[in-house]
C-alpha cells in the first residue's frame, strides 16, 4: 500500500510564492518518475513539472523560469516551489510517481489526493 500526500496549498496573491510538498509513504522499494500535475475545472488534467530519479526535470511551458521541481529521495518527498503565481494557475495540484513496493517486481503509477491553490487579490 502507498499513499501520496500532497501538502501547501492555499491562497496567495498574483505574484506570491506557494512551495508544494508531497510525500510518498508505505512499502516503498524505490520511487522512479515524479510529477506535478494540474487540472482545472472542465479542463484535462496536464502536466506541470516532472523530476526523474536522477534529478533531471522538464516543465510545461507556461510554468517555465517561475516553477522550480526538486526531491529529496532518502526522505521520499517532491517539492514545488511555485514563484511569480499568476491567477490562471489557480486549479487543484495532483503529486504523481512510478513506485515500485518491496515485495513487487513491477513498478505502478499512483496519484496524491490533490491540494487547492488559489492566486487571487
Known amino acids: 500500500q502507498v499513499q501520496l500526500v500532497e501538502s501547501g496549498g492555499g491562497l496567495v496573491q498574483p505574484g506570491g510564492s506557494l512551495r508544494l510538498s508531497c510525500a510518498a509513504s508505505?512499502?516503498?522499494?524505490?520511487?522512479?518518475?515524479m510529477g506535478w500535475y494540474r487540472q482545472a475545472p472542465g479542463k484535462q488534467r496536464e502536466l506541470v513539472a516532472a523530476?526523474?530519479?536522477?534529478?533531471?526535470?522538464n516543465y510545461a511551458d507556461s510554468v517555465k523560469g517561475r516553477f522550480t521541481i526538486s526531491r529529496d529521495n532518502a526522505k521520499n518527498m517532491m517539492y514545488l516551489q511555485m514563484n511569480s503565481l499568476k491567477p490562471e494557475d489557480t486549479t487543484v495540484y495532483y503529486c504523481?510517481?512510478?513506485?515500485?513496493?518491496?515485495?513487487?517486481?513491477?513498478?505502478?503509477?499512483?496519484w496524491g489526493q490533490g491540494t487547492q491553490v488559489t492566486v487571487s487579490s
Open positions: 504523481n510517481a512510478d513506485i515500485r513496493l518491496i515485495d513487487s517486481s513491477h513498478a505502478y503509477n499512483y
Open positions: 508505505g512499502s516503498i522499494f524505490s520511487i522512479y518518475a
Open positions: 523530476i526523474a530519479s536522477g534529478g533531471s526535470t
